[in-house]
């Protein structure tokens, strides 16, 4: 039986797909190696896992359906990762219509084939960005999240509330992980902590919003593939507990669950460009500036159902996670 990841040449689809064979998993993977961001570092991504045994990849986009349904037509899937999805707050402003494309279209393009293939679990990615400009902190699976401000996180609140709506009707297990700003070896170049280390390096200026006020869960790499991994073994299941007079965002009477993925432990984002700066023993010149349109001024994850339902919490510190990330960043970018 198979495994598929969506995605799989993305930073947590790497990351996923390598703990997935290394357990001895089939897996495919797709990912449509678009160019939001340099496709090199996708397909550097990529040669990390062709010619894994096991492993096999296919370039696809999930917003093709024809080529979607094909590919379920010629594997035999069990269990999907879906991972694939157009990021990035800011993005969304300027480029809303791939929004809808990848992350809409997209997704029920994945749930349709599910409910054809009926796949024994769906685990999507959704974000910590749906909990909008909620103040109560740490965030908790429980909150209303029905305020979006921004498009991408607008689509991730969709994206639960379809899966919410296939399991109901087709009672297919779909597990939703918002995930805390990971971070780490192979990441994203069009996240801050990337492009931090890319300016410092060159000695060029970094622009630090909000005059570095804010303050974000960020989450290593490894601590977000044990909670993916960990929900994919553990398929959702009714809440035979659940009270119809008090709805839990993250709970339902159908085979349907929402996690949150984060560190649980925010850091200001001026402590998390000092972390950088040492890691990389030198200093950020900082261009300061307000904030920007779809931003939040904080986020901060409560794992507690998380851990509660696979006993996976996070374990990797901020030094250790960034020592790591910069000692990749140096060595990758050496060879090139």
């Not at 090199?40 to 096991?54: F, I, N, V, W, Y």
């Not at 109901?168 to 070896?185: E, Q």
């Not at 996240?191 to 974000?216: C, D, H, W």
């Not at 035979?240 to 008090?246: T, V």
């Amino acid at each position: 039986m198979t495994v598929l990841v969506t995605g799989a040449a993305g930073f947590i689809g790497l990351h996923t797909c390598q703990r997935l064979l290394a357990r001895g998993e089939q897996v495919l993977g797709i990912d449509s190696l678009n160019d939001y961001y340099d496709p090199t570092l996708k397909r550097d991504r990529l040669a990390l896992l062709e010619g894994s045994p096991g492993f096999r990849f296919q370039q696809l986009d999930v917003a093709n359906r024809s080529g979607l349904e094909a590919l379920f037509s010629q594997h035999q899937i069990d269990r999907i990762v879906h991972l694939a999805a157009q990021a990035g707050v800011r993005y969304s402003i300027t480029h809303p219509h791939a929004y809808g494309e990848a992350n809409l279209t997209g997704f029920l393009n994945v749930l349709e084939c599910a409910r054809q293939a009926k796949v024994r679990h769906l685990v999507y990615a959704s974000s910590s960005s749906v909990y909008g400009g909620n103040e109560k902190m740490p965030f908790s699976e429980a909150d209303a999240v029905d305020h979006p401000v921004s498009l991408y996180a607008a689509t991730k609140k969709a994206n639960e509330v379809m899966a919410h709506t296939y399991s109901h009707l087709y009672r297919i297990p779909t597990t939703g992980l918002r995930f805390f700003t990971v971070y780490g070896p192979w990441g994203r170049p069009d996240m801050a902590y990337f492009s931090f280390t890319k300016a410092i390096l060159e000695g060029k200026p970094i622009q630090v919003f909000n005059e570095g006020r804010m303050k974000r869960d960020f989450t290593y790499i490894d601590d977000i593939v044990d909670g993916v991994v960990a929900t994919l073994d553990r398929p959702a299941e009714p809440d035979n507990g659940f009270d119809g007079l008090k709805p839990h965002p993250g709970r339902s009477r159908a085979p349907y669950r929402v996690f949150n993925i984060g560190n649980q432990d925010p850091v200001q984002l001026g402590e998390f460009i000092a972390t950088i700066e040492a890691a990389l023993g030198k200093d950020a010149i900082k261009q300061m500036l307000p904030m920007q349109p779809g931003d939040v001024v904080a986020t901060y994850a409560d794992v507690t159902a998380l851990k509660a339902w696979t006993g996976v919490s996070p374990k990797t510190s901020l030094r250790e996670g960034i020592g790591k990330f910069a000692a990749w960043y140096r060595s990758y970018y050496a060879q090139r």
